[in-house]
T-cell receptor, first 114, second 112 residues
Framework: DGGITQSPKYLFRKEGQNVTLSCEQN?????MYWYRQDPGQGLRLIYY???????QKGDIAEGYSVSREKKESFPLTVTSAQKNPTAFYLC?????????????FGPGTRLTVL | ELKVEQNPLFLSMQEGKNYTIYCNYS?????LYWYRQDPGKSLESLFV?????AVKQEGRLMASLDTKARLSTLHITAAVHDLSATYFC????????????FGTGTSLTVIP
């Protein structure tokens, strides 16, 4: 089955720790995205990548980092510099970065800072 | 800065009734998407609207796009409990070098 997988589903982090959220897709999509969702709010873009070895900051990139070494993988690291990281993180992909329609979302990772 | 506003933010409606959710956006775009999110779950794509005047229907939901008014609507006909979810619109600004911008969502509860 084609789709997007995210792991882990739930993640607990102590203050001061870096954590990495996994996102993998087997849809052969060029573009991948990371969003953050806070309770009762819409999605805000953290980072996106339109092609392998290239990525761009979104609206709320501070305290996060990404890499795109393979087409199918786009991991997100939440660093200790992110002041309020507790949120629901969603990874998405689209066929390309400009003209394709819609995005396909993974199941999400819920991160809680203890 | 692009603003995408949905209203209402919360909607409680009885089964069998009709209602419309509105999505207004502040700059030019002719591509807009609607998604559904169930509690604690991811987003599911509902409609893709790619031009002015586009109308799409699926079951009891119908979406339309008026790019001149910068307005999209999601109309619910004869609501049923299974439609209870949060609905998001997203404006596609990729052709201007930007990305997708999501509305704040409309939380819909259908009461038996």
């Amino acid at each position: 089955d084609g789709g997007i997988t995210q792991s882990p589903k739930y993640l607990f982090r102590k203050e001061g720790q870096n954590v990495t959220l996994s996102c993998e897709q087997n849809l052969n999509h060029d573009a991948m995205y990371w969003y953050r969702q806070d309770p009762g709010q819409g999605l805000r873009l953290i980072y996106y990548s339109q092609i392998v070895n290239d990525f761009q900051k979104g609206d709320i990139a501070e305290g996060y980092s990404v890499s795109r070494e393979k087409k199918e993988s786009f991991p997100l690291t939440v660093t200790s510099a992110q002041k309020n990281p507790t949120a629901f993180y969603l990874c998405a992909s689209s066929i390309d970065g400009v003209w394709s329609d819609t995005q396909y979302f993974g199941p999400g990772t819920r991160l809680t800072v203890l | 800065e692009l603003k995408v506003e949905q209203n209402p933010l919360f909607l409680s409606m009885q089964e069998g009734k009709n209602y419309t959710i509105y999505c207004n956006y502040s700059t030019t775009s002719d591509r807009l998407y609607w998604y559904r999110q169930d509690p604690g779950k991811s987003l599911e794509s509902l409609f893709v609207l790619l031009s002015n005047g586009a109308v799409k229907q699926e079951g009891r939901l119908m979406a339309s796009l008026d790019t001149k008014a910068r307005l999209s609507t999601l109309h619910i006909t004869a609501a049923v409990h299974d439609l209870s979810a949060t609905y998001f619109c997203a404006v596609d600004m990729r052709n201007t070098g930007n990305q997708f911008y999501f509305g704040t969502g409309t939380s819909l509860t259908v009461i038996p």
